[in-house]
């Protein structure tokens, strides 16, 4: 009944982990911010076993979290902890990696600011971060397909939008964070990777 499904992460699990199981191939426990329906914890958390995939959002997506992990019944899946970008007091971990997909657009900018400050306190030296979704560069779409996403973003409430590469670099690069790879993947989205100093 609380088992909700996401066309998105059907159709983009299987490159950004096949990404993944070499960036994070060293990595322990990975915090995921913002996990939605919670299909990529189980199909991330299944192709990795080697690592403990957390799960967290906001309580009013737990629900649909739970349900896909009852159902797969994986021990390196945990959580959904409850986590919004904004708090002060976020999971203790220990994480030595994070990964967020498809948030950076959704949220305020003010929330994408709290979000890099979140894990510039939470990744310890050599911690990796990786950040999914579509992203500006030089303040230009990269396809008409984003600029088209992005007006229906925008439509739909005045503080989405897609986020331009430079200012998140920008807000990485202020917590420490040196970018590794920007991976291109699949429909004009991205796999920023960065590493904590």
Not at 34 to 43: D, L, P, R, W
Not at 151 to 161: D, F, S
Not at 178 to 192: E, I, K, S, T, V
Request: overall charge negative.
């Amino acid at each position: 009944m609380h088992k909700q499904f996401s066309a998105a992460c059907e159709r983009n699990s299987a490159p950004i982990c096949s990404l993944l199981q070499q960036i994070l191939k060293n990595s322990a426990h990975v915090l995921e911010i913002g996990s939605g329906t919670g299909q990529h914890a189980v199909y991330f958390g299944a192709s990795m076993p080697h690592l403990v995939w957390h799960s967290s959002d906001l309580p009013q997506n737990h629900p649909s979290i739970v349900a896909w992990q009852q159902e797969a019944h994986l021990p390196n899946v945990v959580g959904p902890l409850s986590l919004s970008v904004s708090q002060s007091d976020w999971p203790a971990g220990p994480f030595d990696a994070v990964f967020s997909a498809n948030t950076c657009h959704i949220m305020a900018w003010q929330e994408v600011e709290a979000m890099f400050a979140g894990i510039g306190r939470l990744l310890p030296p050599g911690g990796l971060a990786c950040i999914y979704g579509p992203f500006n560069y030089g303040g230009r779409f990269s396809s008409p397909s984003n600029a088209q996403f992005d007006a229906m973003l925008r439509a739909q409430a005045p503080h989405m939008g897609i986020r331009d590469f430079e200012a998140i670099n920008a807000l990485a690069a202020a917590q420490g964070l040196l970018l590794q790879a920007d991976h291109p993947m699949p429909a004009n989205n991205r796999l920023l990777v960065w590493r904590r100093s």
